[in-house]
């Protein structure tokens, strides 16, 4: 019987309680033995009951459950290779030999190192006499699929992933909030969300909300100039009988220079206007809750195909990760998407703004 294993890893986002029982159900109708592994790479690295074989009835329920209940968290040990090697050994003696990992691009990148790595780990374990050759001889590849939770929706390749559309119905249904008070006292209200690198959650939000200014790293505004722009916006709209205004921020916001734009700094120009203004940091509210449908049926969908590739693949199909484009479930190379998303990060840092744009393949964005 073929062992799968799955794990969530990386920020935790809504969506992943369904990716993982699409998982565990699936495994069993195709004849699999499923495992979750719990609290991500630091479970497998500690093994044993971090390892648990999941039942058909263990995860009744899950789809409406926020968060994940398999637990997620950050391991600095598993980017070093004896951290690796102490999971390779973990997986190996409960014979799984197949792991499903829904995360973020760390997380993925991990996986995919892993599985470039198994054959070497499972000799040295062999070396280090953990096991004999003939207990190692039907574990010589490891296959890895990587589903994307992420509430950012910062990956290449894909048109969502799993969680975003959660946190984004989370932040409009805030800024709503928000703007409701704003309007009794004629306030601006400058709303701070989250996104390092990748500025989709303020931009739909804004799009969705109507707001006044949008701020996110892609399409960073002009140093020293993006005060006077935003003033000019502002008042332009409260002069058609607008009576309050919301901007929202990225939380990487930048201005051309590579200079942070945080909603303080916002707050001020408005300040300066002449607005009564406010901030609100939304926060980790943006991750919690249950998963809006999209998430559900993405996430299953997405979980149902990652079974499905752990039993198609061979030892010289790359690692896919599942993806969805033109709304079909797609795969693609694990490590291109990767490379890609890294390369939108690269961009900015480089101030190439327009590369920035183009990479992120939006029309939204222009
Ligand atoms: P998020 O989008 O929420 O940041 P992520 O998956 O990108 O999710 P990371 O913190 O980058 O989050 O990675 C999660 C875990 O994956 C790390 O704690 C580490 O255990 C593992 N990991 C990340 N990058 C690597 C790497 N290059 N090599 C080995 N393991 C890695």
Not at 101 to 129: H, M, N, Y
Not at 252 to 257: K, M, P, T, Y
Request: proline share 3%; net charge negative; with cysteine.
């Amino acid at each position: 019987r073929k062992k799968i294993a799955v794990m969530t890893s990386g920020g935790d986002s809504p969506g992943m309680n369904a990716a993982v029982r699409a998982v565990v159900r699936t495994g069993i109708h195709y004849g699999c033995d499923v495992f979750a592994v719990y609290e991500g790479y630091e479970g497998l690295l500690k093994g044993g009951e971090y390892l648990r074989q999941m039942k058909w009835e263990d995860v009744r329920g899950w789809l409406s459950e926020g968060g994940t209940l398999i637990g997620t968290a950050r391991c600095m040990e598993f980017r070093e290779r004896w951290g690796r090697k102490q999971a390779a050994g973990n997986l190996i003696s409960q014979g799984i030999d197949a792991l499903i990992v829904c995360g973020g691009d760390g997380s993925l990148t991990g996986a995919d190192l892993f599985r470039s790595e198994w054959p070497s780990l499972v000799e040295e374990l062999v070396k280090d006499g953990k096991f004999t050759q003939e207990q190692v001889e039907p574990y010589q590849n490891l296959t890895i699929v990587g589903l994307v939770g992420s509430i950012d929706n910062d990956m290449a390749g894909t048109d969502s992933t799993i969680g975003a559309y959660s946190a984004l119905e989370r932040i409009i249904e805030m800024v709503d909030y928000i703007d409701e008070t704003a309007k009794s006292h004629s306030r601006a209200f400058v709303v701070e969300v989250m996104g390092r690198h990748c500025g989709w959650l303020a931009l739909m939000a804004g799009i969705a909300t109507g707001a006044d200014y949008i701020f996110i790293p892609e399409r960073a505004v002009p140093h020293g100039k993006w005060q006077e722009e935003l003033k000019e916006v502002c008042q332009r709209h409260r002069n058609k009988g607008r009576r309050n205004n919301t901007v929202i921020v990225a939380e990487g916001a930048l201005d051309d220079q590579l200079n942070p734009v945080t909603a303080d700094d916002v707050k001020n120009v408005l300040l300066d206007l002449g607005l009564d203004t406010k901030v609100t940091i939304l926060g980790h509210v943006q991750r919690g809750g249950t998963a809006v449908a999209h998430d559900r049926w993405l996430a299953t969908l997405q979980g149902v195909d990652s079974v499905k590739a752990v039993l198609e693949m061979t030892p010289q199909t790359p690692s896919p990760l599942i993806g969805i484009l033109e709304n079909k479930i797609i795969r693609m190379p694990l490590v291109e998407s990767v490379k890609m998303t890294k390369s939108v990060a690269t961009a900015i840092e480089n101030k190439d703004f327009d590369k920035a744009i183009s990479l992120r393949d939006t029309e939204f964005i222009e």
